[in-house]
C-alpha cells in the first residue's frame, strides 16, 4: 500500500506532458530490449493441428469409341466443355458407329441444344430433363471444385504468413510455434501507461478531497479554538462582573437593614431569584460555550438585577421591559443582554446625575428576533468611565461563530439621547422545557 499511495503521488506530481514522454519511452525500451538477451531466449511448443477431410470430384470417361445405347442420353465432360448427345444403334456388319450429334453442348463458344431428325417430342423432354440434372450436378461439382481450389489458396497463404511469424509447419497434423520471453514486453507497457493514466486521474480526485476534508478539519478546529478564546474572554469578564455586583449588593443589603428593613427584604429577595436564574445559565455557557438558550431564561436574569439596581439607585433609574410571551421560548445566546444591560448602566445612566430610562424591547424585524437595550444616559463613549470595547467585540465574535452572518449586532444613538445597541439572530423557537423552567 505504501508502494502504491507513493506511486500514485508521483503520478499527480508529474504533467501530462512529461507523463506522455516518458510513455513513450517506455514503449521504445520495451520494443529494443525484447531483442536483447535475456528477453531474446526462445523455445518451442508443439500443436496438433486436425486435417480436414477434402471432397474429390471424379469424372471417370468412357471406353475410346464407345457410344451410348440407342434410347439412351450420353453426358460428356472433357476439355472441349460439356456435351450431351443421344445413343443410336450401329448399323449390321459395321465395326463402330459414328457418334450422334449432340443434344445439349456446353462448349467453349457457348451453349447449343441440337434436336435430332425424327426424333419424337416426348423422347426430346425426356432427354432435356435428364440433361438438365446432369448439368446442375456439373455446375456444383465446379462450384464446389472451385471453392476447394480457393480454401487451398488460403490455406497456403496462411502457412506462408505463420512461416514468416516463425511458425513453422510440420506434417498435415503438427505444427511447432517459437516463442520469446519478451514478445509481451510492448502489451504490458501498454497495459502499464493505461493503468498508469487511470490511477493518475482518479488519485488526483482522491487526494483534492483529502486536502479539503483536512482543510475543513483545520478550519473547524480553528473555529473550536476561536469559540473557546471568546468563551473563556466572556467568562473572565463576568468573573469580574458578578463579584463586583454581588459584593455591592451585599453591602447596600446590609445598610439598608439599619435604614429600612424593608427595601433591604427587597433588596435581598431580588437577589436570589437573580443568582437562582443566573448561576446555571452561567455554568451552562462556560461548558458549552456554543450553546444557546431560550429568551425567557435572560429575562429571568435580567428583572431581578435590574430591580436590585433600582433599590441602589432609587429614582435615578427607571426600567421599561417590552418582550411578549409569546417571543420568551425563541433561541437567545446567554449572558449577552446582561452585558449590554450593565454597559448601559455603567457607561450611561450611572455618570449622568439625574439618571435616565433604561428599556429592553424585543420584537420580530424581518423574520428575526432583534433584542434591543437603549438608555437615555451620557451616550456612547462620552463618560469618563467609557471603556475599550472589549465586551461588544466579545458579543460580535460569538454571533459570528454561532450564526456566521445571519445575527448582528448594531451600536446607534438613542433619538432622545443615550445609546441604543440591537442584537439580531435568526428567529428559533426552543422546546417548551426550557421556557418552563424560566418561568
Known amino acids: 500500500m505504501r508502494g502504491y499511495h507513493a506511486y500514485g503521488s508521483w503520478l499527480v506530481g508529474i504533467s501530462w506532458k512529461r507523463f506522455l514522454l516518458l510513455s513513450l519511452l517506455l514503449l521504445i525500451s520495451t520494443g529494443i530490449l525484447q531483442n536483447l ?12 493441428v486436425p486435417e480436414k477431410k477434402k471432397p ?19 453426358i460428356s465432360i472433357n476439355e472441349d466443355g460439356i456435351r450431351i448427345r443421344r445413343g443410336a444403334a450401329a448399323p449390321a456388319g459395321a465395326a463402330s458407329a459414328p457418334a450422334s450429334a449432340p443434344l445439349f453442348d ?28 446432369q448439368i446442375k450436378e456439373a455446375i456444383d461439382e465446379a462450384r464446389q471444385a472451385a471453392e476447394e481450389a480457393a480454401e487451398e489458396a488460403k490455406e497456403a497463404a496462411a502457412e506462408a504468413q505463420q512461416q514468416a511469424d516463425g511458425v513453422v509447419r510440420i506434417g498435415p497434423a503438427m505444427r511447432v510455434r517459437h516463442t520469446s520471453l519478451g514478445e509481451s514486453l510492448p502489451e504490458i507497457a ?73 427595601r433591604a427584604s427587597v433588596m435581598q429577595k431580588h437577589l436570589i431569584a437573580l443568582l437562582r436564574a443566573s448561576m446555571p445559565t452561567m ?36 426600567t421599561q421591559i417590552d418582550v411578549p410571551e409569546g417571543l420568551r421560548s425563541a433561541a437567545f445566546p446567554p449572558m449577552m443582554i446582561q452585558s449590554l444591560v450593565e454597559n448601559a448602566i455603567k457607561h450611561g445612566l450611572e455618570p449622568k446625575p439625574e439618571g435616565g430610562l433604561l428599556s429592553v424591547k424585543a420584537e420580530i424585524v424581518h423574520g428575526k428576533l432583534a433584542v434591543t437595550v437603549a438608555d437615555t444616559g451620557v451616550g456612547f463613549g462620552k463618560a469618563a468611565t467609557a471603556g475599550t470595547g ?49 418561568a
Open 37 to 48: 538477451p535475456p528477453f531474446n531466449l526462445k523455445w518451442q511448443t508443439w500443436e496438433v
Open 56 to 74: 474429390v470430384v471424379k469424372v471417370e470417361p468412357s471406353a475410346p469409341g464407345a457410344s451410348a445405347p440407342k434410347g439412351e442420353v450420353e
Open 106 to 133: 456446353i462448349g467453349r463458344e457457348g451453349i447449343e441444344i441440337k434436336v435430332p431428325a425424327g426424333a419424337d417430342n416426348e423422347a426430346v423432354r425426356e432427354a432435356v430433363r435428364e440433361a438438365r440434372d
Open 190 to 262: 501498454f497495459l502499464w501507461i493505461a493503468m498508469s493514466m487511470i490511477l493518475k486521474i482518479t488519485y488526483k480526485g482522491r487526494m483534492q478531497a483529502e486536502v479539503k476534508a483536512a482543510q475543513a478539519t483545520e478550519t473547524a478546529e480553528a473555529e473550536s479554538l476561536k469559540r473557546q478564546v471568546v468563551e473563556a474572554r466572556m467568562a473572565a469578564m463576568q468573573a469580574q462582573i458578578e463579584p463586583h455586583f454581588l459584593f455591592n449588593t451585599l453591602a447596600s443589603i446590609d445598610h439598608l437593614i439599619e435604614t429600612d428593613p424593608k
Open 283 to 318: 455554568r451552562e455557557a462556560n461548558g458549552a460555550g456554543s450553546g444557546v438558550r431560550d429568551l425567557g431564561r435572560e429575562m429571568a436574569v435580567i428583572t431581578p438585577y435590574l430591580e436590585i439596581l433600582k433599590v441602589r439607585m432609587e429614582d435615578r433609574l427607571v
Open 390 to 438: 472589549i465586551g461588544l467585540n466579545n458579543i460580535r465574535e460569538r454571533l459570528q461563530l454561532l450564526y456566521g452572518r445571519k445575527a448582528t449586532l448594531t451600536v446607534a444613538e438613542n433619538p432622545p439621547g443615550g445609546t441604543r445597541v440591537t442584537i439580531t439572530v435568526p428567529y428559533v423557537a426552543q422546546a417548551g422545557d426550557d421556557a418552563t423552567m424560566a
